[in-house]
């Protein structure tokens, strides 16, 4: 079970980076597939603050794989408010809801399942 926990939370992690590192170099496609009905347009200052949050949100939880499984946990469950947020603000501003759960939702709902799975370890 632990390993299993570890190697969502890894995938979580790098995952994110990923996507941070996509809205640094390519901000306004990656923008695109975020979910939102309406994308800002003529600045990339805005990409670029959500690409450092998502690669610090990566780093966070890459470190935390260090610390043991425990603090982890609480760690994931901390950082699942993100995409549960993200998922939220999108439905709120009538984006595409299949976006808003099978991406941000879906990504919550595995943080939590790794959190369960890390402290009943």
């Known amino acids: 079970m632990i390993v299993t926990a570890y190697v969502i939370a890894g995938l979580v992690a790098v995952g994110i980076i990923y996507v941070g590192l996509s809205y640094l170099l390519a901000p ?3 923008a695109a597939g975020f979910g939102l009905a309406t994308i800002p347009t003529g ?5 670029q603050i959500k ?3 998502d ?3 990566g780093l966070v939880a890459g470190v935390a794989m ?6 982890l946990g609480w760690i994931l469950l ?3 408010f ?3 947020g ?3 603000i999108i439905l709120r501003h009538q984006g595409n809801r299949v976006i808003a759960f099978s991406v941000h939702g879906a990504t919550a709902a595995v943080m939590i399942v790794a959190t369960l799975l890390l402290e009943l370890a």
């Open 66 to 71: 260090l610390a043991g499984p425990h603090v």
């Open 82 to 84: 993100i995409p549960l």
């Open 43 to 47: 600045t990339t200052a805005f990409f």
């Open 55 to 57: 690669i610090g949100t």
């Open 86 to 88: 993200d998922m939220l």
């Open 28 to 30: 306004e496609k990656t």
């Open 51 to 53: 690409g450092v949050r």
């Open 78 to 80: 901390a950082e699942a």
